[in-house]
Nanobody, 122 residues
Framework: QVQLVESGGGLVQAGGSLRLSCAAS????????MGWFRQAPGKEREFVAA???????YYADSVKGRFTISRDNAKNTVYLQMASLKPEDTAVYYC????????????????WGKGTLVTVSS
């Protein structure tokens, strides 16, 4: 059993920064690929970023250069540092985990958090 709990969402002005966290339990954290997806109202869920061992990282083009994914294995936590935020970034952000990195990137990972809402005002 794996549990993922996101936190750090909130309201931020365009151009600002925000850091999301996803705390994991019930598994060996370092052995899993981790990622972030987001979903805006009325839109499909889309890939944001992913990281897996040994330190492989992949970003969606829409966030490349603005968002950074990182992880602290000692704390069983993965982060998404978001900078230069735009209103288009407004969405519920979900973390995802799986032993298979390809499943994480594809959005078919076995484990998902319940999401945290990020609202970027113009």
């Amino acid at each position: 059993q794996v549990q993922l709990v996101e936190s750090g969402g909130g309201l931020v002005q365009a151009g600002g920064s925000l850091r999301l966290s996803c705390a994991a339990s019930g598994r060996t954290f370092s052995s899993y690929a981790m990622g972030w997806f987001r979903q805006a109202p009325g839109k499909e869920r889309e890939f944001v970023a992913a990281s897996w061992i040994p330190g492989q990282i992949y970003y969606a083009d829409s966030v490349k250069g603005r968002f950074t994914i990182s992880r602290d294995n000692a704390k069983n936590t993965v982060y998404l540092q978001m900078a230069s935020l735009k209103p288009e970034d407004t969405a519920v952000y979900y973390c995802v985990a799986d032993s298979n990195s390809r499943k994480v990137v594809a959005g078919t990972g076995d484990y998902w958090g319940k999401g945290t809402l990020v609202t970027v005002s113009s």
